[in-house]
């Protein structure tokens, strides 16, 4: 390292103070080897920081202040540089002294000046004495609020560090320091550092006494409540007017010495006229009041119940009506401490409401409704004190009353205030001055009714007094629910069988009883629609353990029965795959289903020719498989695998495929050439669509979980089978069925990576130069990379890149080079279609090379492709990517074309982009502005009222291009 003893240290200074650089370099301890630095030698011992300051003291006393400035800035970067337990106390104490002479100095030093502070502050070893003779000095030669943005954050800066870390050693400073950080704060601006301040205000007020200043500390930061922000520069974006109210509340409710200042301006700021002013307010109270405490707030509660009442009552507005029932909460919770005070304050609510509750016809019956609801909420006292009041006028009414409308007003108001007492854990009876109700058997009484709304709300209301009825009325209720199963509508039927369950939870054998008594009795001789609900609620309700192992079997069996009516199985079947796709239960039903109802067995022997059946068995035999261990599927395998080896009955193509679609990777069907063939004849030979589709899928799905070994066997014959088949014969359908076919097998094999998966991919973009099938290739394309797909998924346990989206797109963007004028249009219309399917977030790194193509796809006759690329082109739109405006020139005049044409959508999808063009900078598209409104001055006529209604929505936005107010989206 090279040594400085042929140079003097103060014509090293002289040097580098005449040099900002120069200076800069060797303050910091990042310089060469070759440049040593003030820091390291500080460190190294061969330079005192005495002697260092001493050589500065002539530069800190010059007559020119940029010189003295220059000096500072040199101590201060060295210092802030050094470790913080290197300087001992003797040296703090003098850096201290220096610091506190310059703060006399030229404000242009002060900058520099705070640096050093920051610095001083950190280190380990500063005493007490010195870091209060700092502060001191401060506050008193340097005026915060005088200085430049930049230099108040420093001053906060350092209180904040010294209020978390050393605050204890600043208490013997007393009032002098509040009346100094009071000072320092007073009329700050700046949105940051205000929130720098409210972060760490309240740790200061809750730690620090502040006596007889502590109406002005309040009143300091009460001068920015409400919050009234807007954003007015880039240094501003990153804070909200949010941020400033959620930050200034916890300053203004501290400490309880504050409630006196605080309860008062909350009770004035409420009766702005500002929504943001009364919902600050109303938050406030509702933060304030746990810490103020009940002395506090005392005096205040007749007042603030008048604050709160009027956003409640009548609560048109459900934000403020929100708040203020969250405030009302928190304030009972605060004074429940003391009885008296908070029943006399919750009786004084009642008298001021209860009038509105004697009629439910009354507007403000709602509103009361809602306030009484959230007092009783709070806890079992007040529950009850609200109880005593609204229940004999609920009651009263309810047996007088007429309108089906008002009773069921009524019994809604009695079903919430019932599961609030279910959640304090008593019911109405349980009040003395209520136990002459018997609401359970005014609700049973009421069951006779036609409204079936009234009957729902009554239904639900007996589920929430389950715990409460007597054997007797449970008794009449199973009844009249048994009674709704047979005759209710569906949606009497549903609550019905929630009822059932909810009533099992407490009542098992009961209902376990009232299952084989009632709902199973008989099943056999039932009529079918009475056998239809039946099934509809026994199944609702088998997810249950103990009632599904007396359900299910019997349900399954209802299958096996000889000439069992359609609509029975349709239902039957629906149920089952209901219940077996519940994301949740209580035990595994696809095991029970399987090892103790068979139903595997049963449904595959079940003979039917109505497609929806066989869809519905496929769908059960694919969830059930799924969920079953690896052993059960292997016995599944070895019992109907040996079906693939001879030629398939159609008739059970579907289901067998489905029953094997979910197997793990674990288990291999040991597939031969002859049941590859088998399977690729019904793909793409057979007449059926439904099965050459599910034999594409099944296909695909074994390709893409079969091992290698297997795989480059099978993958060989197939694309021999589709060469000879493409080359060689004239049928035109068989051909589209084969692409079909080999759009799925090429799926399956990039989705699992297969290593000649790109080949695959790359014969089957070559085949949009077909002449004959190229646009059906174009128009399947997007089948690769489908989101919509429920075959190729991980729950079937297949194997799925993450990328191979990415994969399929990005290839197929790169061949726009190798197709030719004469065949683009195929070309295209793969690429418009893919796009649906692809991620936004994929597009967006794309739109330099996708967006001319789209243009060009505009300009095609094929009118499917037309509406794609108008879509597509909508969606990216709002990018507003600078190829967008590259091309307004021939844009613009081709969507105003296309704005006549034919087909109703290409002409809404027209408009919807012009009217994200209106949203693009005024200075591009105010030429095109004239030449569109006339246009859309034809379309406004439109035969069709949709494209009516969107060319009015465009006119309207390019109407206002260029004008006042238009400039901000520049």
């Given at each position: 390292?090279?040594?400085f003893?042929?140079?003097?240290?103060?014509?090293r200074?002289?040097?580098s103070?005449?040099?900002t650089?120069?200076?800069?370099?060797l303050?910091r301890?990042?310089?060469?080897e070759?440049?040593?630095c003030?820091?390291?030698?500080?460190q190294s011992?061969?330079?005192?920081l005495?002697?260092f300051?001493?050589?500065?003291?002539?530069?800190?006393?010059?007559?020119n202040?940029?010189?003295r400035?220059?000096g500072?800035?040199?101590?201060?970067?060295?210092?802030?540089q050094l470790?913080q337990d290197?300087l001992?106390?003797?040296?703090l104490c003098?850096?201290?002294?220096?610091?506190?002479d310059?703060?006399?100095?030229h404000?242009?030093?002060?900058?520099?000046?705070?640096?050093?502070i920051?610095a001083?502050i950190?280190m380990?070893?500063?005493?007490?004495?010195?870091l209060?003779s700092?502060?001191?000095?401060m506050?008193?030669?340097?005026?915060c609020?005088?200085?430049?943005?930049p230099?108040?954050?420093?001053i906060?800066l350092?209180?904040k560090?010294?209020?978390?870390?050393?605050?204890?050693?600043?208490k013997?400073?007393g009032?002098?320091?509040?009346?100094?950080?009071i000072s320092?704060?007073?009329?700050e601006r700046?949105?940051?550092n205000?929130?720098?301040l409210?972060?760490?205000?309240?740790h200061?007020?809750?730690?620090f006494?502040?006596?007889?200043?502590?109406e002005?500390?309040?009143?300091?930061?009460a001068c920015y409540?409400p919050v009234?922000f807007?954003?007015?520069g880039?240094?501003d974006l990153?804070v909200?007017r949010?941020?400033l109210?959620e930050?200034?509340?916890?300053?203004?409710c501290?400490v309880p010495?504050?409630?006196?200042y605080c309860?008062?301006?909350?009770?004035?700021k409420?009766?702005?006229?500002l929504?943001?002013?009364?919902l600050?307010?109303?938050?406030l109270?509702h933060?304030?009041?746990q810490?103020f405490?009940l002395s506090?707030?005392?005096?205040?509660?007749p007042?603030?119940?008048?604050?709160l009442k009027k956003?409640i009552?009548?609560?048109?507005?459900i934000?403020?009506?929100?708040?203020?029932l969250?405030a009302?909460?928190s304030?009972?919770k605060?004074?429940?401490?003391?009885?008296?005070v908070c029943k006399?304050?919750?009786d004084?609510?009642?008298?001021d409401t209860k009038?509105?509750?004697?009629?439910v016809?009354?507007s403000?019956?709602?509103p009361v409704q809602?306030?009484?609801?959230?007092?009783?909420?709070?806890?079992?006292?007040?529950c009850?004190q609200?109880l005593?009041i609204?229940?004999?006028l609920?009651?009263?009414?309810y047996s007088?009353?007429?309108?089906?409308n008002?009773?069921?007003a009524l019994?809604e108001?009695?079903n919430?205030?019932?599961?609030?007492c279910?959640?304090h854990d008593?019911?109405?009876?349980d009040?003395?001055e209520?136990?002459?109700t018997?609401i359970?058997?005014?609700?049973?009484d009421s069951?006779t009714?036609?409204?079936i709304?009234l009957?729902?709300k009554?239904?639900?209301?007996?589920?929430?007094?389950?715990?409460?009825l007597?054997d007797i009325?449970?008794?009449v209720?199973y009844?009249a629910i048994c009674?709704e199963i047979?005759t209710?509508?569906?949606?009497i039927?549903?609550?019905c069988h929630?009822?059932?369950?909810?009533?099992?939870?407490?009542?098992?054998?009961?209902?376990?009883m009232?299952?084989?008594?009632?709902?199973?009795s008989?099943?056999d001789?039932m009529?079918?629609?009475?056998l239809?609900r039946?099934?509809?609620?026994?199944?609702a309700?088998?997810?249950?353990?103990?009632?599904g192992?007396?359900i299910?079997?019997?349900?399954?069996?209802?299958l096996?029965t000889?000439?069992?009516n359609?609509?029975?199985?349709?239902?039957?079947l629906?149920?089952?795959?209901k219940?077996?796709a519940?994301?949740?239960?209580?035990?595994k039903?696809?095991?029970?289903?399987?090892k103790?109802?068979?139903?595997?067995d049963k449904l595959?022997?079940?003979e039917?020719?109505?497609?929806?059946?066989?869809?519905?068995?496929?769908n059960?035999?694919q969830?059930i498989?799924r969920?079953?261990t690896i052993?059960e599927?292997?016995?599944?395998?070895?019992?109907y695998a040996t079906?693939?080896?001879?030629?398939i009955?159609?008739t059970?193509?579907i289901?067998?495929?489905?029953?094997?679609?979910?197997?793990?990777?674990?288990?291999d069907l040991?597939?031969n050439?002859?049941m590859?063939?088998?399977?690729?004849?019904?793909?793409?030979?057979n007449?059926d669509?439904?099965?050459r589709q599910?034999s594409?899928?099944?296909l695909s799905v074994?390709l893409?979980k079969?091992?290698v070994?297997?795989?480059?066997?099978?993958?060989?014959y197939?694309?021999?089978k589709i060469n000879?088949n493409l080359?060689?014969d004239n049928d035109?359908?068989?051909?589209q069925?084969?692409?079909?076919?080999q759009?799925w097998?090429?799926?399956?094999?990039v989705?699992r990576g297969y290593?000649?998966?790109?080949?695959?991919?790359?014969?089957l973009?070559?085949?949009?130069?077909h002449?004959e099938?190229g646009?059906?290739v174009?128009?399947?394309?997007?089948?690769l990379?489908?989101?919509?797909?429920?075959?190729l998924?991980?729950e079937?346990f297949c194997?799925?890149?993450?990328?191979?989206?990415?994969?399929?797109?990005?290839?197929?963007l790169r061949?726009?080079i190798n197709?030719?004028s004469?065949k683009?249009q195929?070309?295209?219309?793969?690429?418009?279609?893919l796009l649906e399917?692809i991620?936004?977030?994929?597009?967006?790194?794309h739109?330099?090379?996708?967006?001319?193509?789209?243009?060009e796809?505009?300009?095609?006759?094929n009118?499917?492709l037309?509406?794609?690329?108008l879509?597509?082109f909508k969606l990216?739109?709002?990018?507003?990517?600078?190829?967008?405006?590259?091309?307004?020139?021939c844009v613009?005049p081709?969507?105003?074309q296309?704005s006549l044409h034919?087909i109703m959508g290409?002409?809404i999808a027209?408009?919807e982009c012009?009217?994200h063009y209106?949203?693009?900078?005024t200075?591009l598209?105010?030429?095109?502005?004239q030449t569109?409104?006339d246009?859309?001055?034809?379309?406004i006529?439109?035969?069709?009222?949709?494209?009516?209604?969107a060319a009015?929505?465009a006119?309207t936005?390019?109407?206002l291009?260029?004008?006042p107010?238009?400039?901000s989206k520049e």
């Amino acid at each position: 390292m090279a040594s400085f003893s042929n140079f003097d240290l103060k014509e090293r200074l002289d040097i580098s103070l005449k040099d900002t650089a120069a200076l800069s370099s060797l303050c910091r301890n990042t310089a060469s080897e070759d440049t040593k630095c003030f820091v390291s030698e500080i460190q190294s011992g061969s330079i005192k920081l005495y002697t260092f300051v001493e050589l500065l003291g002539s530069y800190l006393t010059d007559h020119n202040v940029l010189t003295r400035e220059r000096g500072v800035t040199a101590l201060s970067s060295v210092l802030s540089q050094l470790p913080q337990d290197y300087l001992t106390e003797s040296e703090l104490c003098f850096i201290t002294t220096f610091y506190c002479d310059r703060m006399k100095d030229h404000y242009s030093i002060i900058p520099s000046m705070l640096n050093g502070i920051q610095a001083i502050i950190n280190m380990v070893h500063l005493p007490q004495n010195a870091l209060l003779s700092l502060l001191r000095a401060m506050f008193e030669h340097v005026q915060c609020q005088s200085q430049l943005l930049p230099e108040r954050r420093k001053i906060y800066l350092v209180l904040k560090n010294l209020i978390e870390n050393r605050l204890n050693n600043l208490k013997s400073m007393g009032p002098d320091l509040v009346y100094g950080i009071i000072s320092s704060i007073d009329g700050e601006r700046d949105a940051n550092n205000l929130i720098l301040l409210f972060t760490i205000l309240p740790h200061f007020i809750k730690e620090f006494p502040l006596g007889h200043l502590t109406e002005e500390m309040f009143e300091v930061m009460a001068c920015y409540f409400p919050v009234d922000f807007n954003p007015s520069g880039t240094e501003d974006l990153n804070v909200t007017r949010e941020d400033l109210a959620e930050k200034l509340a916890p300053c203004l409710c501290a400490v309880p010495e504050f409630a006196d200042y605080c309860l008062p301006l909350i009770i004035d700021k409420s009766y702005s006229t500002l929504k943001v002013a009364k919902l600050d307010s109303i938050n406030l109270l509702h933060e304030s009041v746990q810490i103020f405490g009940l002395s506090k707030i005392k005096s205040y509660l007749p007042d603030l119940w008048t604050t709160l009442k009027k956003e409640i009552i009548p609560g048109r507005d459900i934000e403020l009506r929100d708040s203020a029932l969250q405030a009302i909460t928190s304030l009972i919770k605060v004074i429940s401490v003391d009885k008296t005070v908070c029943k006399n304050f919750i009786d004084n609510i009642i008298t001021d409401t209860k009038s509105s509750l004697c009629d439910v016809q009354l507007s403000l019956y709602r509103p009361v409704q809602i306030l009484l609801e959230t007092i009783a909420a709070i806890n079992k006292t007040t529950c009850v004190q609200i109880l005593q009041i609204v229940i004999p006028l609920c009651i009263g009414q309810y047996s007088t009353k007429n309108s089906l409308n008002d009773k069921i007003a009524l019994i809604e108001t009695l079903n919430n205030l019932m599961e609030i007492c279910s959640r304090h854990d008593f019911c109405f009876q349980d009040v003395p001055e209520l136990s002459w109700t018997n609401i359970p058997q005014t609700y049973l009484d009421s069951l006779t009714v036609e409204n079936i709304e009234l009957k729902s709300k009554i239904f639900f209301g007996l589920t929430i007094q389950k715990a409460h009825l007597n054997d007797i009325q449970r008794s009449v209720l199973y009844n009249a629910i048994c009674n709704e199963i047979e005759t209710g509508c569906d949606k009497i039927q549903i609550i019905c069988h929630t009822t059932i369950t909810d009533f099992a939870t407490l009542y098992l054998e009961e209902i376990v009883m009232l299952v084989k008594e009632r709902l199973l009795s008989n099943i056999d001789e039932m009529e079918v629609e009475l056998l239809k609900r039946r099934i509809k609620v026994l199944s609702a309700i088998a997810k249950i353990p103990e009632l599904g192992y007396i359900i299910l079997p019997k349900i399954v069996t209802i299958l096996t029965t000889d000439a069992v009516n359609t609509d029975i199985c349709t239902t039957v079947l629906l149920n089952i795959q209901k219940l077996i796709a519940l994301k949740k239960s209580d035990y595994k039903i696809h095991q029970f289903l399987y090892k103790e109802c068979h139903i595997i067995d049963k449904l595959i022997l079940y003979e039917t020719n109505i497609v929806d059946h066989k869809m519905l068995i496929s769908n059960i035999c694919q969830l059930i498989v799924r969920n079953l261990t690896i052993e059960e599927q292997h016995a599944i395998v070895a019992k109907y695998a040996t079906a693939l080896d001879t030629k398939i009955p159609e008739t059970d193509v579907i289901i067998l495929m489905n029953l094997f679609t979910s197997l793990r990777k674990d288990i291999d069907l040991n597939l031969n050439n002859n049941m590859v063939e088998n399977l690729y004849n019904l793909a793409t030979s057979n007449c059926d669509l439904d099965i050459r589709q599910i034999s594409c899928k099944f296909l695909s799905v074994l390709l893409n979980k079969m091992k290698v070994s297997d795989l480059d066997r099978i993958v060989s014959y197939l694309e021999n089978k589709i060469n000879n088949n493409l080359s060689v014969d004239n049928d035109i359908d068989l051909k589209q069925h084969i692409v079909n076919f080999q759009i799925w097998m090429t799926k399956a094999l990039v989705m699992r990576g297969y290593a000649k998966s790109q080949y695959f991919l790359e014969n089957l973009t070559l085949l949009l130069t077909h002449d004959e099938i190229g646009q059906i290739v174009g128009e399947q394309y997007q089948i690769l990379v489908s989101k919509y797909e429920d075959i190729l998924i991980t729950e079937n346990f297949c194997d799925v890149k993450i990328f191979y989206k990415q994969r399929v797109f990005e290839y197929l963007l790169r061949q726009n080079i190798n197709f030719t004028s004469t065949k683009r249009q195929s070309y295209l219309i793969a690429l418009v279609n893919l796009l649906e399917q692809i991620p936004e977030e994929l597009l967006f790194l794309h739109l330099t090379e996708l967006v001319p193509l789209l243009i060009e796809s505009l300009s095609l006759s094929n009118e499917h492709l037309v509406l794609w690329a108008l879509k597509s082109f909508k969606l990216l739109l709002d990018t507003k990517h600078d190829v967008f405006s590259d091309k307004l020139q021939c844009v613009i005049p081709r969507l105003m074309q296309l704005s006549l044409h034919r087909i109703m959508g290409i002409r809404i999808a027209v408009l919807e982009c012009l009217a994200h063009y209106a949203n693009y900078p005024t200075i591009l598209i105010n030429p095109y502005k004239q030449t569109v409104l006339d246009k859309l001055g034809v379309i406004i006529d439109d035969r069709k009222r949709l494209v009516r209604k969107a060319a009015v929505n465009a006119r309207t936005r390019w109407y206002l291009v260029g004008a006042p107010g238009e400039q901000s989206k520049e």
